[in-house]
């Protein structure tokens, strides 16, 4: 019934950019935090970065600061990862989840509603 769906993946070479939406339907956006996530084979669920609803705040993990803007758009009910600079090691699957308000939102656990991925893939 809720659902994210996430677009914007791709193959690009290293030092390019991406963009990566996420859509949500039914009430999921109205959530406090959302986040991206992303998973590469044989490795856990990373975090990525989240923001509130407002926008106000976001936070990024070390591996990505400086390279990756998280926004959001709730007119849309969409979220976008901006993505520069990209490297090999962001080479991964890309989700994004709704999370409600009380969480440790760098944890994968603080959020309980995904999207399916969008995949990822930075060549040399």
């Known amino acids: 019934q809720v659902q994210l769906v996430e677009s914007g993946g791709g193959l690009v070479q290293a030092g390019g950019s991406l963009r990566l939406s996420c859509a949500a339907s039914?009430?999921?956006?109205?959530?406090?935090?959302m986040g991206w996530f992303r998973q590469a084979p044989g490795k856990e669920r990373e975090f990525v970065a989240f923001i509130s609803w407002s926008g106000s705040m976001s936070r990024y993990a070390d591996s990505v600061k400086g390279r990756f803007t998280i926004s959001r758009d709730n007119a849309k009910n969409t979220v976008y990862l901006q993505m520069n600079s990209l490297k090999p090691e962001d080479t991964a699957v890309y989700y994004c989840?709704?999370?409600?308000?009380?969480?440790?939102?760098?944890?994968?656990?603080?959020?309980?509603?995904w999207g399916q991925g969008t995949q990822v893939t930075v060549s040399s």
């Open positions: 989840a709704a999370g409600a308000s009380g969480g440790t939102y760098s944890y994968a656990r603080s959020y309980d509603q």
């Open positions: 039914g009430r999921t956006f109205s959530r406090p935090v």
